[in-house]
């Protein structure tokens, strides 16, 4: 062989790929299994030889996983492992590999078991950059930045919500959400049978935008300093969700809870409420007759409502001010470890908005983190007007929100319970966020009692 001839890579399906992948996944942000010893296998495999690359579905324990793969002659922006004097590289940060990829999303190309979808052609991929920091999929900025694409690390059979809904809003010409631009599904066998599910969504991308969640924080930090600073407009806020809400509602459909509906739903309530109560027992000691209480008070729940299609994982780190000041929801996919049929099924628009109202206590709780000898007062005022003006603009586009109402409650109750779950196993020093809501949530206010009358 020459000094020149380059040698021949390992096929992608070869055992030392497969082992080469798997000692290199856990040092991912995406790898959702840290810290357990699974073995890892190979699934499937979609050539695109084109660019010397293909996409691999690995399973790991019950879990599949999409790695896309190709080999390149250096280790490029995010190398693998080097074998047999070739680099394995993550595809999702290779130029080439991703044009070969979006080729096939936007049906120029075709590959046997994947199937492109495009509403608009994406410009080509030119330079492309990964965003940092994402911990549950991959996004791609390319096409001289106005498309990004998420690759969907974990994948399940089934629809993705976040094409079939970014889909929908985007034929309904919802100008809320960036628009859809194409999809890639992928079809891999499941026993005796074949299973298909979506591999990768390609958006609008909102060049210049802010992210919500870091206006809202500055400004509560700003107000804890006594500082003047532009105040992010949370009645424009709440009136964009409820805009989407309308738009999913008419795209596709509603229908009337019914009692095994509303059954399910206090059912799921009452073992999350157990199960924050089991995991969190330190931190929730004393208020376990007020847990009490409003888990007698779930079983009073008898309707839910009106049931649609939801976001199902909205808050403020899901939003972005546009160059002309709009609002606009992102990332329709749910959360992304709950069970892709769990993510469709239709919920009350409530669960959005409460997840807006616990995000604006956790920007003025990331403000306190960062100036702890602030006035907790002040912090609980800021609050308490954004979340009035978010549900002012939202009562504009679809009417009042009862802040009594119990499924309202029960549903501010469970995210909060959840919450202080999370912070007691990750970020203790973040507890009081959402300790104080559950709190102010499961304790009756002080009965004040009238003055005699006088006569």
Not at 142 to 154: L, Q
Not at 275 to 280: C, D, G, I, L, V
Not at 354 to 383: C, H, I, K, N, T
Request: glycine share 8%.
């Amino acid at each position: 062989m020459s000094a020149t001839t380059l040698p021949d890579a390992p096929s992608f399906d070869a055992p030392a790929v497969v082992d080469a992948i798997a000692a290199w996944m856990p040092t991912t942000r995406w790898y959702p299994l840290k810290g357990q010893q699974l073995d890892v296998s190979l699934e499937q495999r979609y050539d695109l030889p084109q660019a010397d690359a293909a996409i691999l579905l690995l399973r790991a324990g019950v879990t599949l996983l999409q790695v896309p793969v190709a080999w390149r002659d250096e280790p490029g922006a995010s190398p693998i492992a080097q074998l047999d004097g070739r680099w394995l590289v993550d595809a999702c940060a290779d130029p080439r590999a991703v044009q070969a990829i979006l080729d096939v999303a936007a049906g120029a190309r075709e590959v046997d078991g994947l199937a492109g979808d495009a509403t608009s052609a994406p410009a080509p991929a030119g330079d492309i950059r990964v965003i940092a920091g994402e911990q549950s999929n991959t996004s791609i900025i390319g096409g001289d930045g106005t498309w990004i694409a998420k690759v969907f690390r974990v994948v399940s059979p089934g629809d993705n919500p976040d094409v079939v809904v970014t889909g929908a809003l985007t034929r309904a010409g919802c100008r809320r959400v960036p628009h859809l631009l194409a999809s890639l599904a992928g079809t891999w066998p499941a026993g005796d049978a074949f299973v298909t599910g979506h591999l990768l969504a390609v958006s609008q991308f909102v060049a210049g935008a802010d992210d919500a969640w870091e206006l809202f924080r500055q400004h509560a930090l700003a107000t804890l300093r006594g500082e003047q600073r532009d105040l992010p407009d949370a009645r424009a806020l709440g009136a964009a969700v409820a805009t989407v809400h309308h738009d999913l509602a008419d795209a596709l459909g509603t229908a009337a809870a019914t009692e095994s509906d509303t059954l399910r739903f206090v059912t799921g309530l009452e073992q999350r409420l157990a199960w924050a109560r089991e995991q969190a027992a330190d931190a929730l000691a004393g208020i376990d007759e007020g847990l009490d209480a409003a888990a007698a008070r779930l079983r009073e729940i008898t309707s839910i409502g009106e049931l649609q299609q939801i976001h199902g994982d909205l808050h403020l780190g899901q939003v972005l001010r546009g160059a002309d000041g709009g609002w606009l929801l992102l990332d329709f996919e749910g959360e992304p470890l709950r069970p892709m049929h769990e993510r469709s099924v239709r919920e009350p628009t409530l669960r959005d908005v409460v997840g807006m109202l616990r995000s604006f206590d956790y920007a003025a709780g990331s403000a306190l983190q960062e100036l702890p000898d602030a006035d907790g007062a002040a912090a609980g005022d800021w609050v308490f007007q954004r979340q009035s003006e978010f549900l002012a603009g939202y009562a504009e586009e679809a009417g009042p929100v009862d802040p009594d109402d119990p499924v309202l409650r029960a549903l501010l109750l469970d995210k909060a319970l959840y919450e202080v779950v999370y912070e007691a196993r990750n970020r203790p020093t973040w507890l009081p966020v959402p300790l104080e809501a559950v709190r102010a949530l499961v304790t009756p206010p002080p009965r004040v009692t009238p003055p005699p009358l006088v006569e």
